[in-house]
Nanobody, 124 residues
Framework: QVQLVESGGGLVQAGGSLRLSCAASGRTFSTALLGWFRQAPGKEREFVTA???????YYGDSVKGRFTISRDNTKNTVYLQMNSLKPEDTAVYYCAAARYATGSLYYSSTYDYWGHGTQVTVSS
């Protein structure tokens, strides 16, 4: 069993930055595919970024060049550095983990474990 706890959300002005963290429990963290998704009111959950156990990074088109994912296996933590934030980035951000990643990393159904989410609000 893996438990994920996000932190670091908040209110920021457009153009600003935030860093989200996701702390995980469980011994399989270092081999897990880790991802961030977001969901805005009235919209479907959207892929933001993911990082494989080997360090490969993948980004959604809307965040490329602005967001950076990283992981620290010694701390069982995955980070999301968000720069040049826009009002359309406003959403609840969820951390997710997949033990075996048998499906596409872009799909939420691939992930077995989810955090409760952290709110990010970007004001214009």
């Amino acid at each position: 069993q893996v438990q994920l706890v996000e932190s670091g959300g908040g209110l920021v002005q457009a153009g600003g930055s935030l860093r989200l963290s996701c702390a995980a429990s469980g011994r399989t963290f270092s081999t897990a595919l880790l991802g961030w998704f977001r969901q805005a009111p009235g919209k479907e959950r959207e892929f933001v970024t993911a990082i494989s156990s080997g360090g490969g990074m993948y980004y959604g088109d809307s965040v490329k060049g602005r967001f950076t994912i990283s992981r620290d296996n010694t701390k069982n933590t995955v980070y999301l550095q968000m720069n040049s934030l826009k009002p359309e980035d406003t959403a609840v951000y969820y951390c997710a983990a997949a033990r075996y990643a048998t499906g596409s990393l872009y799909y939420s159904s691939t992930y077995d474990y989810w955090g409760h989410g952290t709110q990010v609000t970007v004001s214009s």
